[in-house]
């Protein structure tokens, strides 16, 4: 029996010869360094810190060829992430997700691509991150961690660090989706339903820091989702053949994976593994939780407070993002934008890719369909740009429409309701 486990002599072997190039952590506003090996929430600044790499060496010590030789999902791209002993990686049988272009749901022509996260453990892309955050948090010593959840995030946490043996509080909105609430804690976590959004559970997260004594693992407020994030960056290079799409569609809440993606390609062209070239970025939000989009439209940095924040697609509903400057700089560095889009568009979007290409999108996946046609019919994207659009989450996860069809199997059956 070959069993999937990340501690092989092999994986040994290769972190003896390639241990951690990380160098230290800066802060991402003014750039002051911090240690490596260190816990670390924010900067001194209040801003996320950035993880930083001895990038030569790691092109001295690894080629694109042998990272595309290694089976396994992120982990493959062990040289580009901070955990130093493979002891205190979590692993729960990752998978590079798969890219599945859509045929009959969008125009003859357009070249549409999907990144189906779904069929990561948890059925998220949050898998990336907290596998990251929850690695890091052993190698530090943390024994117990906390955030604010939407959903999928809390899951990923749950099952990561139930694996790796540490305890977990959750906190999450009162209406998140009762399968979520579920799975988070039968995969091992406490979790607590708050009167409020996720920045109410954020809250409560940050003052009980002291009192408790947790590690805060919230969006961005620790440096390591971010690499666990980049890896979609990683993954998208290699399988577009060391180049990127034209243009990506993000659903964006807190906004790592954005933020992420756009480090990862910066690190890529540091090393000379791609070129210039980069995708222009589109953060994409609900028309009732839109700060990016406000804050992209106004010119400004810094995006204030949504207030009465409400939408359907759950994981986009961050009312405020700790990181939302480096989301703004990222979509203005690439010459992409940020857009809104309504959940009557997110649900009939959802609704048409399934019914036409079989493919079930998560809400925050259907936005960015809906967002793509939105800006194919106002002339933000060309029909001949190579687009790809992020599936964040597996869409069974989700409520569907109740169907009541009955067939009396004791009555006559009349065939020509079939036809």
């Given amino acids: 029996m070959v ?61 694109k060829h042998e990272i595309e030789k290694r089976a396994g999902g992120f982990w493959k791209y062990r040289e580009f992430l901070p955990v130093q002993h493979p002891e205190n990686v979590v692993s729960l049988g990752e998978v590079m997700t798969p890219l599945v272009p859509l045929k009959n749901s969008v125009p003859e022509g357009t070249e549409v691509i999907v990144k189906d996260e779904g069929r990561l453990p948890t059925g998220s892309f949050k898998a990336r991150g907290l596998a990251l955050a929850v690695a890091m948090a052993k190698e530090l010593g943390q024994s117990h961690l906390a955030m604010p959840t939407n959903g999928n995030a809390g899951a990923a946490l749950a099952a990561y660090a ?17 399968t979520n609430v579920r799975e988070i804690e039968l995969q091992g976590a406490k979790v607590y339903k708050v009167n409020g959004l996720i920045n109410d559970c954020g ?24 690499e666990g994030k980049k890896t979609m960056g990683l993954e998208l290079a290699e399988q577009y053949g060391w180049d990127v799409p034209d243009v990506i569609f993000y659903p964006t809440g807190g906004g790592t994976g954005l933020i992420g993606m756009w480090k990862a390609f910066a690190e890529l062209e540091a090393i000379g593994w791609i070129g210039s070239k980069r995708p222009r970025m589109v953060a994409v939000q609900s028309t009732g939780c839109a700060p990016i989009v406000k804050a992209w439209e106004d010119g400004v940095e810094h995006a204030p407070l ?15 993002a700790v990181g939302d400057f480096l989301i ?45 046609q939105q800006a194919l019919e106002t002339g933000q994207v060309r029909k001949d740009e190579r687009v790809l659009l992020f599936n964040c989450a597996t869409g069974l996860k989700y409520p569907m429409p109740d169907i009541d069809r009955r067939i009396d199997c004791h009555q006559p059956i009349d065939y020509d309701l079939f036809k």
């Fill in 3 to 63: 069993l999937f486990n990340l501690e092989t002599e092999q994986t040994r072997a290769l972190y003896q010869k390639n241990p951690s190039f990380i160098t230290h952590l800066e802060c991402s506003m003014h750039g002051d360094l911090y240690e490596k090996g260190m816990p670390h929430g924010l900067s001194e600044a209040g801003k996320p810190l950035l993880v930083r790499y001895d990038l030569e060496k790691i092109k001295q010590s690894v080629t």
């Fill in 162 to 178: 139930s694996y790796a043996g540490l305890k977990t509080t959750v906190f999450c909105p009162d209406d998140t989706p009762e």
């Fill in 203 to 226: 809250k409560i997260v940050l003052d009980g820091k002291d009192p408790i004594g947790w590690t805060d693992i919230s969006t961005l407020k620790e440096p390591y989702r971010i």
């Fill in 306 to 320: 949504w207030q009465d924040a409400h939408t359907t697609a759950w994981g986009i509903r961050v009312p405020a």
């Fill in 328 to 372: 703004l700089r990222a979509v203005r560095e690439s010459k992409g934008f940020a857009i809104a889009v309504s959940d009557e568009q997110i649900f009939q979007a959802r609704d048409k890719v399934a019914e036409k290409d079989g493919f079930l999108l998560c809400p925050e996946g259907a936005a960015t369909f809906a967002a793509w």
